[in-house]
T-cell receptor
Framework: GAVVSQHPSWVICKSGTSVKIECRSL??????MFWYRQFPKQSLMLMAT?????????EQGVEKDKFLINHASLTLSTLTVTSAHPEDSSFYIC??????????????FGNGTRLTVT | QKEVEQNSGPLSVPEGAIASLNCTYS??????FFWYRQYSGKSPELIMF??SNGDKEDGRFTAQLNKASQYVSLLIRDSQPSDSATYLC??????????WGAGTKLIIKP
């Protein structure tokens, strides 16, 4: 149980274009999903918390107009990197909590999306 | 600022031995504790979680929690080369914010 699917696994785009990443909870409903970014040899950095039916909560230093998050249903959250630049190249990973156990439940992660901006 | 600290390693352990990974946290009101394994280029995978003081065993893995000393550890028995990865400790603090350690790189030598 608690499977999170993320698509695409990797994407290469040109500077200035936008890229959309999808995150789906396959066997449970997720009112909240979390988007992380990880640069090579660095730890996970929380970018934003995605809330179904409401605006996402962004961490300090993350531009909400650049990283658009939409959580339109209980099983789907999307992250759109707008006007991507080479410095946005990173590993983006979404996650969701197991539905049982509330806030103390563990996070389960999608397989991640490796974004390369040329 | 609330922190979770791990030795970055690398920690080198012979195959078949016990690997011991440690993590300390600063928020005494922390609620729940998680260990994730992350292979290079992959996303984190949940290994264990623990909520109460003491030991919790699952196969070759044992999580140990000591809230008084504010540390949590992960023991891997009969270490295998496939256990070589970075192990991330994550702690749910008193506000249910998940705080991540930087990870310990574990190398199991055949």
């Amino acid at each position: 149980g608690a499977v999170v699917s993320q698509h695409p696994s990797w994407v290469i785009c040109k500077s200035g274009t936008s890229v959309k990443i999808e995150c789906r909870s396959l066997d449970f409903q997720a009112t909240t999903m979390f988007w992380y970014r990880q640069f090579p040899k660095q730890s996970l950095m929380l970018m934003a918390t995605s809330n179904e039916g409401s605006k996402a909560t962004y961490e300090q230093g993350v531009e909400k107009d650049k990283f658009l998050i939409n959580h339109a249903s209980l099983t789907l959250s999307t992250l759109t990197v707008t006007s991507a630049h080479p410095e946005d190249s990173s590993f983006y990973i979404c996650s969701a909590r197991e539905p049982v156990g509330g806030y103390n439940s563990p996070l389960h992660f999608g397989n991640g999306t490796r974004l390369t901006v040329t | 600022q609330k922190e979770v600290e791990q030795n970055s390693g690398p920690l080198s352990v012979p195959e078949g031995a016990i690997a011991s990974l440690n993590c300390t946290y600063s928020d005494r009101g922390s609620q729940s504790f998680f260990w994730y394994r992350q292979y290079s280029g992959k996303s984190p995978e949940l290994i264990m979680f623990i909520y109460s003081n003491g030991d919790k065993e699952d196969g070759r893995f044992t999580a140990q929690l000591n809230k008084a000393s504010q540390y949590v550890s992960l023991l891997i028995r009969d270490s295998q080369p496939s256990d070589s990865a970075t192990y991330l400790c994550a702690v749910n603090d008193s506000n249910y914010q998940l705080i991540w350690g930087a990870g310990t790189k574990l190398i199991i030598k055949p």
